[in-house]
């Protein structure tokens, strides 16, 4: 069975065009155009789960780093290249397993060098997580 039957990805959403190694293991990752903001999002598997039988705080953290630099990677026609310069999280709530998590991120300041962006992770109506981050944009 592949991944997107067995991962029972809603309507309107398709793996993610963005791919490595990392990512792939850290996912599957998948992606939606929203209103205002790419939707980015995976479901909860058992190697995402922790000790306590919540998601890993790392498997939030790097759906937040991706979903926050995607948006910014985005921003432009061609794509920006982008670095990760800071990344900050808050944990309000934990994922369980065989949730569907989906994250958001708005771009709050843009520059020919620097990025500033924002957003949040949510599992249906629960806030699991805001973020924020700061990237450097690698324009040649």
């Known amino acids: 069975m592949d991944n997107i039957a067995s991962d029972n990805v ?3 959403f398709e793996r993610a065009k963005f791919s490595s190694p990392f990512l ?16 980015v999002a995976t479901r909860i598997n058992k190697g995402h789960i922790n000790h306590i039988k919540v998601a890993h705080g ?13 948006q910014v990677h985005r921003a432009e026609n061609p794509a920006l290249p982008v670095a990760t310069m800071n990344l900050n999280t808050n944990y309000l709530a934990a994922a369980k397993l065989d949730d569907w998590v989906e ?13 500033y962006c924002s957003g949040r992770i949510v599992c ?3 806030v699991l997580m805001t973020m924020s981050a700061v990237f450097a944009i690698l324009r040649k």
């Open 24 to 39: 792939d293991m850290a996912g599957p990752y998948y992606e939606r155009q929203g209103e205002d903001c790419i939707i």
């Open 124 to 126: 249906g109506d629960n």
């Open 10 to 12: 809603p309507t309107g």
């Open 58 to 70: 790392g498997v939030l953290g790097t759906l937040a780093d991706v979903t926050l630099s995607y």
């Open 103 to 115: 994250a958001c991120a708005q771009i709050d300041r843009i520059s020919k060098r620097t990025a």
